[in-house]
């Protein structure tokens, strides 16, 4: 068996979670106060993810980048790759508020979205 400590971080609680696991197989969560715990634990020791924020250029606009986020969480292993692509993204006055600045992020079908409007000079 083998134990796997983690803090939630599913609601403002931040619960001090312990996981067992055996085999790779999650046999038990405790710590938690609530089911967003049991959740994020059994989640995060199996298939993390994440959520990637980030700016890209903009051509055109009142402000030169505009912050832009995935539009659902991502397997962590491909924030490098999502990263690089957002690297090569710039994107033209006026943006909106969850305009795709770019679809299907490093082939993981998730979009870039933008979560700031910035409109054209």
Not at 25 to 40: F, H, I, Q
Not at 56 to 64: E, H, L, N, R, S
């Amino acid at each position: 068996m083998e134990i796997r400590n983690l803090t939630c971080i599913g609601c403002p609680l931040g619960c001090l979670l312990a996981v067992e696991m055996d085999n790779g197989e999650v046999k038990s969560v405790s710590g938690n106060t609530c089911k967003r715990g049991d959740d994020y634990a059994r989640k995060e020791v199996t298939h993390p993810t994440r959520i990637v924020t980030s700016s890209v250029y903009v051509t055109g606009g009142a402000i030169p980048m505009v912050s832009v986020k995935t539009a659902q969480d991502i397997p962590k292993e491909k924030i490098m790759d999502i990263m690089q692509s957002i690297d090569r993204v710039t994107v033209a006055a006026p943006v909106k508020i969850g305009d795709v600045v770019l679809a299907n992020a490093a082939d993981t079908g998730v979009d870039i979205i933008a979560t700031k409007d910035i409109p054209a000079v």
